[in-house]
């Protein structure tokens, strides 16, 4: 609760912080490299105080689940076409495959565990690399969300640690500086809050990671 407590205080400093790098900005080149490098710690900074407070919400003591019948598939593309730009920005295909699935769960919960799995990949996926997300039925009942990339994918030493708050995935901190190590254990809270299991896999790409999500079919509208 301190933790939380703390981040949202630091909102108002973070907030006035890029105020004055804007106004900064303005007498600066656009490429100086101290302004680059106050931008991307700014950033930064501001998703990982976004992260915690997040995670402090998502706990299962904080949050109020709202069940709902919602389509699986849907959800899906909406996050998609919400971070499409950060696709586009690194050439990236993704596509989206599955038909309806319907499954009851929290709206806001499953569209945060959505989010983290496709900010994911994105940040590991190489420019021009491929991204393709998928929901379905189970085959003993159930429904199934699958998000496999085509990036360097993860040893299987690390399948248990990359669920640790703040854990960052060796070689991480030095190729993705906006990364905060607390979206994976953001996912398994949701996971949790609908009986949900994630596993990990290799992609059906070359290279690769596949995380999938196991909705069981007591969850099932």
């Known amino acids: 609760r301190l933790t939380a407590d703390a981040a949202h205080e630091l909102r108002t400093p973070i907030a006035a912080l890029k105020v004055h790098l804007h106004n900064l900005a ?3 080149p656009a490429d100086d490299p ?3 490098r106050l931008h991307a710690d700014t950033a930064r900074l501001e998703h990982l105080i976004a992260q915690i407070l997040l995670l402090y919400r998502m706990a299962p003591d904080q949050y109020q689940a709202r ?9 899906a593309r909406e996050q998609i076409a919400a971070h499409y730009p950060q696709f586009e920005h690194k050439q990236q295909d993704v596509r989206l495959e599955g038909e309806r699935q319907i499954l009851v769960g929290d709206r806001f919960a499953l569209a945060t565990l959505l989010q983290n ?3 994911n990949a994105n940040r590991y996926t190489p420019v021009g690399g491929h991204i393709r997300v998928s929901c379905g039925p189970l085959p003993g009942g159930g429904a199934l969300l699958q998000v496999s990339d085509s990036g360097p994918g993860l ?8 669920f640790d708050r703040f854990y960052r995935r060796v070689g991480a901190r030095h190729n993705d500086p906006a990364g905060s190590g607390l979206g994976l254990s953001i996912a398994r809270l949701v996971a949790d809050l609908h009986g949900a299991t994630i596993r990990f896999a290799d992609s ?15 969850r099932n509208a």
């Open 34 to 36: 101290v302004l680059v």
């Open 204 to 218: 059906p790409f070359e290279t690769g990671l596949t995380v999938s999500v196991e909705f069981p079919a007591r």
């Open 67 to 75: 069940m709902e019948a919602l389509d699986l598939t849907e959800l």
């Open 26 to 28: 303005g007498r600066l």
């Open 117 to 119: 799995l496709l900010v």
């Open 155 to 162: 040893p299987a030493a690390e399948h248990e640690r990359v």
